[in-house]
């Protein structure tokens, strides 16, 4: 049986399909996943669980309509703006992943604020927000990096392994998810950490995003630590 998870990774899904069922705005949709992430944060900290990973927007939400992604992109702002406060209180370090040179200049400058402004004390809690993120992007980006590095010689290839091409991953700095979550009633990655998460346990949630409570949340870890992880390894 498993310990509580040191990394949890989360797949929001579900906010546009719950304000549709309300026959409101996609925007308010998004809101009240706004709120739910926030309970879902506090719930990791007071749990003790030392990641916490949140799937905010993809590579793929670029193709969303410009309406769309433009309210995100603002409530994105907003939300940092409102949670950074909160998340000092509370001592987490927040951290962002994705390929952020896509976003507009206000937002990277929203970001490195938000980085900085929670980056002055021990966190009791890491908390990453994988906004403009892909697993297949940062599989490709790394393999660049590594192939400058080569040709740099500052790498042989004989020293290219799993271990070296993990450090080159956006996620470096922080373990593999140990429990990857997703609600939404949708059954898959969705190029979430697809590399990171080859063994990672995973729990599919029929709730949509903004209806997923802390009773959720706890019915994940006690599944969690029901299983017995193998990692490959006979029992």
């Not at 790394?142 to 450090?167: G, P, T």
């Not at 080159?168 to 990171?196: A, C, H, M």
Request: without cysteine; glycine residues 4%.
């Amino acid at each position: 049986m498993s310990s509580l998870p040191t990394h949890v990774a989360i797949i929001m899904d579900g906010n546009s399909r719950w304000a549709k069922d309300k026959k409101i705005p996609k925007k308010e949709g998004h809101k009240a996943g706004v709120k739910a992430a926030r309970s879902a944060i506090e719930f990791a900290v007071k749990n003790k669980i030392n990641f916490l990973t949140l799937f905010a927007f993809s590579t793929e939400n670029w193709g969303r309509s410009r309406t769309e992604v433009k309210a995100l992109m603002e409530l994105l702002v907003k939300a940092m703006q409102d949670e950074t406060p909160q998340l000092i209180k509370n001592y987490v370090k927040v951290n962002f992943i994705g390929d952020i040179n896509r976003l507009e200049k206000a937002i990277v400058n929203k970001i490195t604020k938000t980085k900085s402004l929670t980056s002055n004390y021990e966190p009791k809690m890491n908390l990453n927000i994988a906004i403009s993120y892909g697993g297949r992007w940062d599989i490709v980006q790394a393999i660049k990096e590594i192939s400058k590095d080569l040709l740099q010689k500052k790498i042989k290839e004989k020293n290219i392994n799993e271990d070296l091409l993990s450090s080159y991953l956006d996620t470096s700095n922080f373990p593999d998810p140990d429990l990857v979550i997703r609600t939404g009633n949708e059954k898959r990655l969705s190029n979430f950490l697809i590399w990171q998460a080859a063994y990672s346990e995973l729990i599919f949630f029929k709730k949509l995003w903004p209806d997923f409570k802390n009773i959720d949340f706890k019915r994940a870890l006690d599944e969690y630590k029901r299983r017995k992880r193998n990692f490959g390894l006979r029992s």
